[in-house]
């Protein structure tokens, strides 16, 4: 059973800090590397893709790949209270199916 | 555009009833997936569709699922008999077939509760 384990959190951060979740995978042959947004009530909402190792910057968000651990990371800059969501981690398996960890609880305070 | 549509939003059912769940999944799009969360997980792979045809029904449950996409467009998720267990809020993914092939963009789901 192939697995994909985030810490649930809550993770809470003060408004402006950097907000850091986390994600650790089991099949060590993924390739593809995925970071959802999900407010509550609402579905998943793609903000970040990630396939090589190393950093991948868009705006705010930063993603980090380590395959050689199989670890994923999400880096918020300047957080805001509107970034307080539930992150979700996934990984492309072969067939092109999602695996989905649970997901980090994140709240930023104002 | 238009994103992913599913329908209906909310389906309240007695156990043991059959229940037909609908996504229309973004113009063009050839993949389409459809996932359950149940609350505080993440979403679980049911199945995917490369067209008309399941590419991998290998996330469905029982022989209780079902699901089509006769057209290559439209799906269809069926549940026969439903049980308490079934209570979940089901996903309809769908990603283009060039470009970003593997990125999958979700509908807002259809929350499923079995009485």
């Known amino acids: 059973q192939k697995e994909v384990e985030q810490n649930s959190g809550p993770l809470s951060v003060p408004e402006g800090a950097i907000a850091s979740l986390n994600c650790t995978y089991s099949d060590r042959g993924s390739q593809s590397f995925f970071w959802y947004r999900q407010y509550s009530g609402k579905s998943p909402e793609l903000i970040m893709s990630i396939y090589s190792n190393g950093d991948k910057e868009d705006g705010r968000f930063t993603a980090q790949l380590n395959k050689a651990s199989q670890y994923v990371s999400l880096l918020i800059r300047d957080s805001q209270p509107s970034d307080s969501a539930t992150y979700l981690c996934?990984?492309?398996?072969?067939?092109?199916?999602?695996?989905f960890g649970a997901g980090t609880i994140l709240r930023v305070k104002s | 555009g238009a994103g992913v549509s599913q329908t209906p939003s909310n389906k309240v059912t007695e156990k043991g009833k059959y229940v037909e769940l609908r996504c229309d999944p973004i113009s063009g799009h050839t993949a389409l997936y459809w996932y359950r969360q149940s609350l505080g997980q993440g979403p679980e792979f049911l199945i995917y569709?490369?067209?008309?045809?399941?590419?991998?029904d290998s996330g469905l449950p029982n022989d209780r699922f079902f699901a089509v996409r006769p057209e290559g467009s439209v799906s269809t998720l069926k549940i026969q008999r439903t049980e308490r267990g079934d209570s979940a809020v089901y996903l309809c993914?769908?990603?283009?077939?060039?470009?970003?092939?593997?990125?999958?963009?979700f509908g807002p789901g259809t929350r499923l509760t079995v009485l």
């Open positions: 569709f490369q067209g008309t045809g399941a590419a991998d």
């Open positions: 996934a990984v492309m398996e072969y067939g092109n199916k999602l695996v």
């Open positions: 993914a769908s990603s283009p077939e060039t470009g970003r092939a593997d990125t999958q963009y």
